[in-house]
């Protein structure tokens, strides 16, 4: 039974940070408000998850497996729970990070169109040019290009 406890420890660690690791505080929230169309959880963020984990876990496990047996497991105990939050706030933080950007990527897109919008129903051809100039970074969306030009008040 000795020899398969740093094995049976090992997994149990890993499976319940990744347990804890995948759900967010507030998770409640993110399901129930309004989602964006891009999903928060990308490869590169559950990478960092599993990486996280493992460090973690090897970490613990390296703490419990070299503990030296005359001092208090309180110390052992401490240190565990100590590593345990980093893995969790690592990992909440890596999504809090993706949701920021989607979040900003979005207003980006919404101030563009916003730019678009006003340049067509403008009669400044100043800035109707620079729209026309900066024109390879929107994407071709119908409403942005055929919006503002058939708009009768907008000339």
Do not use: H, Y
């Amino acid at each position: 039974m000795r020899q398969r406890w740093p094995f049976l420890a090992l997994a149990a660690v890993l499976l319940f940070g990744l347990g804890c690791a995948g759900v967010p505080f507030g998770a409640e929230e993110v399901v129930l408000g309004d989602r964006p169309a891009e999903s928060p959880f990308t490869w590169p963020l559950i990478g960092s998850w599993v990486a996280l984990t493992l460090g973690g876990g090897a970490a613990i496990l390296g703490i419990w497996v070299g503990r030296d047996k005359a001092r208090p497991a309180l110390f052992a105990v401490a240190l565990s729970v100590l590593i345990f939050t980093a893995i969790c706030v690592g990992g909440l933080q890596g999504f809090l990070d993706e949701e920021q950007a989607i979040e900003t990527r979005a207003d980006l897109e919404r101030i563009l169109d916003m730019v678009d919008g006003i340049a067509a129903n403008s009669s400044d051809p100043a800035l109707r040019s620079l729209v026309e100039k900066n024109e390879g970074r929107r994407r071709a969306r119908p409403a942005a290009t055929n919006g503002g030009a058939t708009k009768p008040g907008g000339e």
